[in-house]
């Protein structure tokens, strides 16, 4: 007799998406943490990458058994390649990732091998463009992602709610009510031991950006606290949330209809005038770029008053003509350099090494020094 649950067993190959049409996207919040990170987030980001190193041996080893001639043409025959690369799939990555079962969830070991096996695949399309699998070295982990996947899917209220692992609360009326609150209005629970660490997360984005909340329906399928480590700041953080929502409704046609003219860029008024864009209905639009293209960026205008403020020279660029300047600039000094570099060995270059001499003997004038370089015609 057949067991009835064993009948019933989920097969362990990946299934297709139930709501194939709805648009999958990622909203990125900037989060704080309010505590020290646990060691179980250091543990479980190391384990992670030690899984990483496990697949990329196994990539490395069948690479080097993969041999090719002098013209870089395969010597095994297809049906030997295949056999060759078939541990390379995703059945055999999670066999291999079980093995760290005890020290790593079902989520983030899928979440290693999905990310590896796309590595490869990038690798095989256009190996110019992508690189292969490397190993990670602990002294040289610069980001995390830890993942918490929710295969069933979470609804936006239980993410708000914050009953489960992972949780996040619009700061709107709790700033001004609720101090507390405000700081602590996320969490996420890391480690195979779900150990909890408070955060403060930016829901909506952060001041003076557009704001973009989770969307009504959607459906969270995965939560991820991500780090980058910088030199400046040690670690920054964000909360990242992986979700689908039902697609937006057909837009019903209008019947208008529009032509692009982009026959060359021309020099306009103080600004630049890339194309044409013209319409049934007799309207003209005009698609263009400030001449003061610094002047557009808020943060370049509040630098440059911070500068005046301080009593400073603000030396970026605002405008095309000002990054000419100071690339000529550059230039001229790049130059001034050569040659004094270049007067020197002359006078000493009997004293110098070999391989000094040869560098030297790569310095040479700069091309936009000699017309005949910057004009064919001349």
């Given at each position: 007799m057949i067991d009835e649950k064993a009948a019933k067993r989920k097969s362990p190959a990946r299934r297709g998406r139930l709501n194939k049409d709805w648009p999958i996207k990622v909203y990125t919040y900037d989060c704080w943490l309010q505590e020290k990170p646990p060691q179980a987030l250091w543990d479980?980001?190391?384990?992670?990458?030690?899984?990483?190193?496990?697949?990329?041996?196994?990539?490395?080893?069948?690479?080097?058994?993969?041999?090719?001639?002098?013209?870089?043409?395969?010597?095994?025959?297809?049906?030997?390649?295949?056999?060759?690369?078939?541990?390379?799939?995703?059945?055999?990555?999670?066999?291999i990732a079980k093995q760290r079962k005890e020290k790593l969830d079902a989520g983030c070991r899928e979440t290693v091998a999905v990310?590896?096996?796309?590595?490869?695949g990038n690798w095989r399309k256009n190996p110019s463009r992508f690189g292969p699998p490397r190993f990670k070295r602990a002294d040289d982990m610069n980001a995390i992602s830890i993942p918490l996947v929710y295969n069933e899917g979470k609804s936006a209220e239980w993410l708000i709610g914050g009953e489960g692992t992972s949780s996040i609360r619009d700061t709107r009326s709790l700033k001004t009510e609720a101090p507390e609150e405000y700081l602590n209005n996320g969490h996420f629970c890391v480690g195979i031991t779900r150990e909890r660490l408070n955060l403060h997360v930016a829901y909506g984005g952060r001041s003076g950006r557009k704001k973009y909340y989770l969307p009504a329906g959607c459906r969270i399928k995965q939560?991820?606290?991500?780090?980058?480590?910088?030199?400046?700041?040690?670690?920054?953080?964000?909360?990242?949330?992986r979700l689908e929502h039902p697609p937006d409704p057909a837009r019903r046609p209008t019947?208008?209809?529009?032509?692009?003219?982009?026959?060359?860029?021309?020099?306009?008024?103080?600004?630049?005038?890339?194309?044409?864009?013209?319409?049934?209905a007799g309207h003209?639009?005009?698609?263009?770029?400030?001449?003061?293209?610094?002047?557009?960026?808020?943060?370049?205008?509040?630098?440059?008053?911070?500068?005046?403020?301080?009593?400073?020279?603000?030396?970026?660029?605002?405008?095309?003509?000002?990054?000419?300047?100071?690339?000529?600039?550059?230039?001229?000094?790049?130059?001034?350099?050569?040659?004094?570099?270049?007067?020197?060995?002359?006078?000493?270059?009997?004293?110098?090494?070999?391989?000094?001499?040869?560098?030297?003997?790569?310095?040479?004038?700069?091309?936009?020094?000699?017309?005949?370089?910057?004009?064919?015609?001349?």
């Open positions: 479980t980001a190391h384990e992670m990458r030690r899984l990483w190193n496990d697949f990329t041996a196994i990539f490395r080893k069948t690479l080097a058994e993969d041999k090719k001639d002098e013209a870089g043409k395969p010597l095994l025959s297809k049906e030997e390649r295949a056999i060759l690369w078939a541990p390379i799939n995703t059945k055999s990555l999670r066999e990310r590896f096996l796309t590595t490869v939560v991820a606290l991500c780090g980058r480590r910088n030199s400046a700041f040690s670690w920054s953080w964000s909360f990242q949330v019947g208008r209809v529009c032509g692009w003219d982009s026959g060359g860029w021309r020099l306009m008024d103080g600004y630049i005038r890339l194309g044409v864009i013209a319409d049934n003209f639009y005009e698609l263009m770029v400030p001449l003061a293209i610094g002047a557009a960026s808020r943060r370049m205008r509040r630098e440059k008053e911070y500068c005046h403020k301080q009593g400073w020279e603000c030396s970026k660029p605002m405008t095309f003509d000002d990054a000419d300047a100071l690339d000529a600039s550059y230039g001229a000094t790049l130059e001034a350099c050569k040659t004094q570099v270049r007067k020197i060995f002359e006078e000493e270059k009997e004293g110098w090494p070999a391989d000094a001499r040869m560098i030297m003997s790569g310095i040479v004038e700069d091309e936009r020094d000699d017309p005949r370089l910057r004009d064919p015609r001349l």
